[in-house]
């Protein structure tokens, strides 16, 4: 039973330039959220997919902005990055909406802003 | 409003039992959450208290008590590679939003 996967892992890009991100949620689950974890942070809620529409959305602007496919996967978009945008991205994903579903987490795609 | 208090560090040695604390404030809540994540890596559920008690899961049990706004993590028997953070999340009800904190570190030292 295949976990949540993430791809790529590490990725560098330079300001002004625009990253896609990728997110494979765990077998049975059909809601992806995004969350960007700073050094020393916590993660920070970016938005949730479910039913391939955005459901909930975090403190973040709009250059972050996201898709869900029929097969529930996810990708995350960033543009015209700044150099605060550095940081581990994580995805997580669960079953459904509700509050009592536990969400387990992908192992993250790094990423450097230059 | 919200609000989310835990030690930012804790130091301990194997063996040893830790008590990792968590006072929230929240509305809407349905639950407490608890996640590992060690350098680098990604958060990893430990466990989830959606009623007051000890829920115990080897050497590891969560607390919580709804009328305290407060939880805790015990870690029993620890182990080197229970060095990590610790973060206690709140569940929200209808909502499946994690609120993360910064976490407590734990240091364990042989």
């Known amino acids: 039973d295949a976990g949540v996967t993430q791809s790529p892992t590490h990725l560098i890009k330079t300001r002004g330039q625009q990253v896609t991100l990728r997110c494979s949620p765990k077998s049975g689950h059909d809601t992806v959220s995004w969350y960007q974890q700073a050094l020393g942070q916590g993660p920070q809620f970016i938005f949730q997919y479910y039913e391939e529409e955005e459901r909930q959305r975090g403190n973040f602007p709009d250059r972050f902005s996201g898709h869900q496919f029929p097969n529930y996967s996810s990708e995350l978009n960033v543009n015209a990055l700044l150099l605060g945008d550095s940081a581990l991205y994580l995805c997580?994903?669960?079953?459904?909406?509700?509050?009592?579903?536990?969400?387990?987490f992908g192992p993250g795609t790094r990423l450097l802003v230059l | 409003g919200q609000s989310l208090e835990q030690p930012s560090e804790v130091t301990a040695v194997e063996g040893a039992i830790v008590q990792i604390n968590c006072t929230y404030q929240t509305s809407g809540f349905y639950g407490l959450s608890w996640y590992q994540q060690h350098d680098g890596g990604a958060p990893t559920f430990l466990s989830y208290n959606a009623l007051d008690g000890l829920e115990e899961t080897g050497r590891f049990s969560s607390f919580l008590s709804r009328s305290d706004s407060y939880g805790y993590l015990l870690l029993q028997e620890l182990q080197m590679k229970d060095s990590a953070s610790y973060f206690c999340?709140?569940?929200?009800?209808?909502?499946?939003?994690?609120?993360f904190g910064t976490g407590t570190r734990l240091l364990v030292s042989p």
């Open positions: 999340v709140p569940r929200l009800a209808g909502f499946q939003k994690l609120v």
């Open positions: 997580a994903s669960s079953l459904g909406t509700g509050g009592s579903e536990t969400q387990y």
